[in-house]
């Protein structure tokens, strides 16, 4: 009897403790992994949630017109010639190796936010890889955008690896 006892009032000690509920995931941890591989990998955290796109139907990456265009899930990113490797382009107008955020929806449909460029007050976008002969862009971006009626938006911790288009 004494070993039933002790066998139940450990099992329901062990089945107490929940160390998710002590420890809550950390965000960064939520997204995928900076590689330079071309994995079709693209998040970032939206006020200091995770935003993932892991269908590559949702990304594209895309080159041309002496400009490539990127991005996923609502968030699309517009780097115009010449580009380079470890840069910090700053969002502006577009003019010859300036970058913009073309578009950022608003991941939930029911707010109808809708952020264009000209929206957007800072931020950066930063190439960790471009590869010409595989077509593989990979990095970082960060920006804030605004918009009358909705909330601000501050993208931090972006990171993609995508296969592009030439």
Do not use: W
């Not at 330079?36 to 949702?58: D, H, K, M, R, W």
């Not at 809708?114 to 931020?123: I, L, R, V």
């Not at 002969?133 to 009626?149: L, M």
């Amino acid at each position: 009897m004494k070993r039933v006892l002790l066998l139940l009032l450990t099992t329901f000690t062990l089945s107490c403790c929940n160390n998710n509920d002590d420890n809550p995931q950390n965000p960064l941890d939520q997204l995928p992994p900076a590689t330079q591989t071309g994995a079709n990998t693209f998040g970032c955290l939206i006020n200091g949630e995770p935003f993932v796109v892991s269908n590559t139907s949702q990304q594209t990456a895309i080159y041309q017109g002496g400009g490539v265009q990127f991005g996923a899930g609502g968030v699309y990113i517009v780097v115009l010639d010449p580009f380079e490797i470890g840069v910090n382009y700053q969002f502006m107008d577009l003019g010859q190796g300036q970058a913009r955020v073309r578009y950022f929806e608003d991941p939930n449909p029911q707010l109808g936010c809708h952020y264009e460029y000209n929206d957007t007050y800072q931020g950066t976008v930063r190439f960790t890889k471009i590869d010409t002969v595989n077509y593989i862009i990979s990095g970082t971006f960060e920006f804030s955008s605004v918009t009358d009626n909705c909330e601000n938006i501050n993208i931090t911790n972006g990171r993609f690896d995508l296969q592009y288009i030439p």
